[in-house]
């Protein structure tokens, strides 16, 4: 068998493994021009020219992103819990007691078994506060 038809197929290969490496669906779609252009030079009884199989799987690449785009991209279902990866935009709106007295615009909170550490205007130990956002694992919150 001639080498061009391998190589589509391990380029094809080569994507789908890359895909689930790094999942991100760019790959997944590239890897379907891959083997889009497999078939085509494995089932054409003529020889096809290198040129004209990279040119093929350009085009097929494009189409086959802009198809993802078009009809798949955005189609994910609505979660029923938002922020449950986003715990800090989990925890937006409670109102829990400072553990540490905010001095200087910081202090900290413990919700259930986790400390956090939060910015806010200075207020004493114990005072209820509610937290009206966050970053990564700061909160910020307003006296409650």
Do not use: C, H, K
């Not at 490496?21 to 760019?26: C, E, I, K, M, S």
């Not at 889009?36 to 030079?41: K, M, R, S, T």
């Not at 089932?43 to 290198?50: D, G, K, Q, R, T």
């Not at 400390?115 to 970053?135: A, F, K, M, N, Q």
């Amino acid at each position: 068998m001639r080498w061009d038809v391998f190589a589509w197929a391990a380029f094809a290969l080569v994507l789908f493994a890359a895909e689930a490496v790094l999942p991100g669906a760019f790959m997944l779609w590239l890897g379907f021009a891959a083997a889009a252009v497999f078939v085509a030079v494995w089932l054409l009884p003529v020889e096809v020219p290198l040129l004209a199989q990279v040119a093929a799987f350009v085009v097929l690449s494009f189409v086959s992103i802009r198809v993802y785009q078009r009809w798949f991209r955005g189609r994910e279902r609505d979660s029923d819990q938002p922020a449950l990866n986003r715990r800090t935009a989990a925890l937006v709106g409670r109102v829990v007691p400072l553990e540490r007295a905010i001095v200087d615009g910081r202090g900290r909170v413990q919700i259930a078994d986790a400390y956090w550490e939060v910015t806010g205007p200075d207020l004493p130990e114990g005072t209820r506060v509610r937290i009206v956002g966050g970053d990564a694992m700061t909160l910020q919150v307003e006296a409650g």
